[in-house]
């Protein structure tokens, strides 16, 4: 099969397309055709050998996908072949075919079709898990969501407004503000031309918001912490500014902050059981018309250095598709 490999992790540039063997599906597995695989940025650190996952090479990379089932492993149940499905796999996801296992695969949503189902999991997975589990988002407060255009931004955007809150967007460019609004940003600000501590301020009269949804760091993530409402939640989900930030322990103590990790793919591993449930009530929050999955680059395979540059370059809004068919 056609695949994009990786023969040692130095960076995307380095990887080629290549034929390479079908995988197999093993014991609680399923061996899934691949009509779409979603781009992430942790693809670029896997690429780099900077992930937290490192597979051993070679190896193809790629976190998740859609498609439809095309064999069942030993002991799997509840999937039949042909079945659509999207799944999340450790790697895998940039080849015509991937093997996931049961317990990281799902059925799509009625109505939704494989590329925007390729990028559903990881995005909307995170954004219900870090406003529902983490931060108890609760109807009628005020959720401040950076990076709100982008992969997982513009998901937690919907699903903030879906439980009830007050949603304030921050964005980079006109444009990608106009997205974040027409996703049911109540609020948007421009990080490039707005002081985004000051405009969060005047938005709520002074208190600021009670939960920041920050997948960028750096330094949106410093001015959150002074626009923060006291008793605030501040959900880190990762660094997309390039920088690490070192959180000073004094204001969370004076504003009672919480400041909270989330890594959402650890959960397969320590909270399996809590997946299914997610994906349940984000097909009843889709199912209601509150989720609008959004795609700005659908390439084939054959394209994936286009991918990548898009990606690294901050050009995309939602999710970048690749189409191994294509």
């Not at 988002?137 to 997982?152: P, R």
């Not at 390439?299 to 294509?326: A, H, M, N, Y």
Request: hydrophobic share 50%; glycine share 12%.
């Amino acid at each position: 099969m056609r695949a994009l490999i990786c023969d040692q992790p130095n960076g995307y540039e380095s990887l080629r397309l290549a034929e390479m063997p079908e995988p197999q599906a093993g014991p609680g597995e399923l061996l899934i055709d691949i009509a779409a695989a979603a781009m992430n940025f942790a693809d670029t650190l896997m690429a780099a050998g900077k992930y937290q996952v490192k597979p051993n090479p070679p190896f193809v990379p790629g976190l998740e996908l859609a498609g439809t089932v095309a064999a069942l492993g030993a002991g799997v149940t509840g999937f039949v072949i042909g079945q659509p499905v999207m799944a999340v796999v450790d790697h895998g996801a940039f080849a015509a075919r991937a093997v996931a296992k049961a317990s990281d695969t799902f059925a799509i949503p009625a109505g939704l079709g494989f590329p925007a189902a390729a990028g559903f999991p990881i995005a909307y997975g995170t954004s219900y898990g870090a406003l529902v589990w983490k931060a108890r988002l609760q109807k009628g407060e005020t959720l401040l969501v950076h990076g709100a255009a982008g992969g997982v931004g513009l998901t937690a955007v919907e699903i903030g407004k879906a439980l009830g809150a007050r949603v304030i967007a921050t964005a980079g460019g006109a444009d990608k503000c106009a997205i974040a609004a027409a996703h049911g940003a109540e609020d948007v600000i421009d990080y490039k031309s707005e002081d985004v501590r000051e405009r969060v301020k005047a938005l709520t009269a002074g208190r600021g918001a009670d939960v920041v949804y920050d997948p960028v760091g750096g330094d949106l993530f410093e001015a959150s912490l002074r626009a923060i409402a006291w008793n605030g939640r501040l959900v880190v989900i990762g660094f997309a500014a390039g920088k690490v930030q070192q959180i000073p322990a004094n204001i969370l103590l004076v504003k009672n902050v919480d400041a909270l990790g989330f890594y959402w793919g650890s959960y397969r591993a320590h909270a399996p059981e809590l997946m299914a449930g997610a994906f349940r009530a984000l097909a009843d929050i889709y199912a209601k018309g509150q989720l609008r999955p959004h795609v700005s680059h659908e390439l084939p395979l054959s394209d994936w250095r286009e991918g990548f540059e898009t990606l690294l370059g901050r050009r995309s809004t939602g999710k970048i598709v690749l189409l191994p068919q294509s």
